[in-house]
T-cell receptor
């Protein structure tokens, strides 16, 4: 089967660093993506990893280990506006994007 | 603004009504998607169109009927829905269908559907 697992909720304070993990099982793998969705808004693309290692984009970084079927999203210098749901998603062999359940991040003052 | 618009943003309908959701993308993309997002559940892929041809129908009940008249527009026709169909319906588009960064999906704001 195909599945992704990520924590349902994470809480952190402003200025802190938080890591959201994602483990996956798919029939074929072509990359791990992360999306952010604010309450009432559209999911927006954050990052994509096709190869092992760390990709950095400003305050956000994403990591992939294909051998471990594992990735994470790292958010640094947290701001209140980072409070949102974060979804990991994988492309499987059919080119279909499979989403995780989402992690609700709450950033406190 | 992601370049993908959806109308209406909110819709309340009875189980016997017929309504349509509209999606338009201004990005010149070739692939378009319908997703269903229910509370506390992952986004569920419903339909995929590539170059106006349906390439995926994810075991969706026939009371949902998609239509893609051209590569910029996508519709979801609804009839005799059930209360459990109440959800956020999201449209997305990508440059092409397949794998990789070029297939990053851009989502519209969604239509919040309530079935009474």
């Amino acid at each position: 089967g195909q599945s992704l697992e990520q924590p349902s909720e994470v809480t952190a304070v402003e200025g802190a660093i938080v890591q959201i993990n994602c483990t996956y099982q798919t029939s074929g793998f072509y990359g791990l993506s992360w999306y952010q969705q604010h309450d009432g808004g559209a999911p927006t693309f954050l990052s994509y990893n096709a190869l092992d290692g760390l990709e950095e984009t400003g305050r956000f970084s994403s990591f992939l280990s294909r051998s471990d079927s594992y990735g994470y999203l790292l958010l640094q210098e947290l701001q209140m506006k980072d409070s949102a749901s974060y979804f990991c998603a994988v492309y499987n062999q059919g080119g279909k994007l499979i989403f995780g359940q989402g992690t609700e991040l709450s950033v406190k003052p | 603004e992601t370049g993908v618009t959806q109308t209406p943003r909110h819709l309340v309908m009875g189980m016997t009504n017929k309504k349509s959701l509209k999606c338009e993308q201004h990005l010149g993309h070739n692939a378009m998607y319908w997703y269903k997002q229910s509370a506390k559940k992952p986004l569920e892929l419903m339909f995929v169109y590539s170059l106006e041809e349906r390439v995926e129908n994810n075991s969706v009940p026939s009371r949902f009927s998609p239509e893609c008249p051209n590569s910029s527009h996508l519709f979801l026709h609804l009839h005799t829905l059930q209360p459990e169909d109440s959800a956020l319906y999201l449209c997305a588009s990508s440059q092409d269908l397949g794998q990789g960064r070029k297939d990053t999906q851009y989502f519209g704001p969604g239509t919040r559907l309530t079935v009474l």
